[in-house]
């Protein structure tokens, strides 16, 4: 016989297996974001790294603030190559800082699975679909095939 007590706690949101995930369509983002300013010579680096972030497509969830950090971070990025090139050596606090913001923000994909953050992609069903008898639509195992080996 089981022992009564507290029933046990709905971990969606916590870091359990049944924690959602956020479904994001994989198309690069379009939207209205922040220009690097034109007071500052901007590194070509810092430059190409804001682009790609400004086109991410997780970015269509960020707030005001989102792209405040992410300013923010193109700054440290800007700072760490002026010292990388004047000094000549890296400060691993700013290292250290920059890629702490970067995971925050979800450039790479081991980032983006810790924020369990999902691209998924928004391709219109294979002509191959086909209804079988229930009238659900199946696709041809060929074109799946086909598909998956690229």
């Given amino acids: ?49 804001w682009q790609m972030v400004r086109r991410m497509p997780h970015a269509v969830l960020w707030s ?6 992410a300013l923010v971070t193109a700054y440290m990025w800007q700072d760490w190559y002026s010292d990388f090139f004047a000094e000549g050596s890296i400060h691993a606090n700013k290292s250290t800082e920059i890629r702490r913001r970067c995971d925050n923000l979800g450039t790479s994909m ?23 008898e229930s009238g659900a639509k199946v696709t041809d195992i060929k074109s ?6 690229g």
């Fill in 1 to 49: 016989m089981a022992l009564p007590g507290r029933a046990p706690k709905d971990v969606r949101l916590g870091r359990g297996l049944s924690a959602e995930w956020t479904e994001v369509p994989n198309t690069p983002f379009t939207g209205p974001s922040p220009e690097l300013s034109d007071d500052v010579d901007w590194d070509p680096r810092v430059r190409s790294w």
């Fill in 64 to 69: 005001e603030m989102d792209w405040h950090e």
């Fill in 110 to 132: 081991e980032a983006r699975r810790k924020l369990r953050i999902r691209y998924v992609d928004t391709d219109v069903p294979d002509a191959a679909a086909q209804a079988d």
């Fill in 144 to 149: 799946r095939r086909k598909r998956l080996a």
